[in-house]
C-alpha cells in the first residue's frame, strides 16, 4: 500500500499541469539577427494567462502581438494572453506570437532550445512550464492548423 502511494504522490505533479504545448518552433536565424520567433499552440484546462516566456539564449522574451494598422502590419508586446478554458490558442505568425530579443547566439536549423512558459491560473497562482523548442529552417511553413 505504500508503495502504491508513494508512486501516485510523485505523479501528482505531472497530472496537475493544466496547459498542453504542441507543435512548438521556433524560426532559425542568419549569424547577425538579434531577434526570432517562436511560435506553438497552447490548451489550458481550466483556463488562465501566459503572462511571461524566457530562454536562455535570449536577453529579452516577449509575447508580441502583430495586426494591420491600415495598411500596415504593426507588431507590439502585450503584458499576457488569455488561454481560455479547453480552447487552443495558436501562436502562429501574423498574430500573437513569442519574440526573442537580443540573441545571444545564432539559432541554427535542428538544435533544440530551452524555453520556459509562465502560465497565471486562476487564482492567482502559477504554473512554469519548461519546452524544449526545436528550431526550424528560415524557410519554413507550419502544416495548415498548425
Known sequence: MKKILYALLLAAPLASAQVEVRDAWIRATVPSAKSTGVFMQLKSKQGGQLVEVRSSVAGVAEIHHMQMDG???KMHAVPSLDLPAGQTV???????????MDLKRQLKDGETVP???VIRKKGKQTETIAVDVTVKPLTYTPPKGQ
Open 71 to 73: 495598411q500596415m502590419m
Open 115 to 117: 524555453v520556459t512558459l
Open 90 to 100: 495558436d501562436l502562429a505568425s501574423g498574430g500573437y506570437h513569442v519574440m526573442l
